[in-house]
């Protein structure tokens, strides 16, 4: 397979900057473009209520990438699920995508609720939440997935 080569257009500066779980709307946030973007960038965005932020776990272990099974945040009383049946960090392509409130935009800058990313992380797209792109029909979710994201918000 091909080699994918991304850059960072944006990195995110937050009040987290441990990898813990749990808690992320008790951060303050913001996302900050690259010098190679402009304000114009961010035209417009402020006029919609949330956006998708994709980013890079830049701090994930690579000695930890998972491509099989294990129980979400290794507890017992979950099933074995694969790796695409989760959304932790030790994926392969260590991607994460969040969606996230967007309080307000300054200048090169969008101020963010509900971003799971520590400081430092690097933004590699960012794409308003348009309402026609989300899921139609019942969403379904296994139990221990709800009881997992008890606590995240």
Known sequence: MDSIILQ???FVH?????????NWDAEDAYIEL????????????????????????????PERIETGSRHPRGNIDWPKVGIFAQRGKNRPNHLGLAVVKIERVEGRRIYVRGLDAI????VLD???WVREFGPRGEIVQPQWMSELM???W
């Open 34 to 61: 690259t010098d190679q973007f402009g304000v114009e960038a961010l035209l417009g965005l402020e006029e919609f209520s949330h956006a998708e932020i994709v980013f890079s776990f830049h701090r994930a272990d």
């Open 14 to 22: 937050s009040t987290r900057t441990a990898l813990e779980d749990d």
């Open 8 to 10: 960072p257009i944006a």
């Open 126 to 128: 960012i794409k308003p």
């Open 119 to 122: 400081d430092g992380t690097p």
């Open 150 to 152: 008890a606590r995240y």
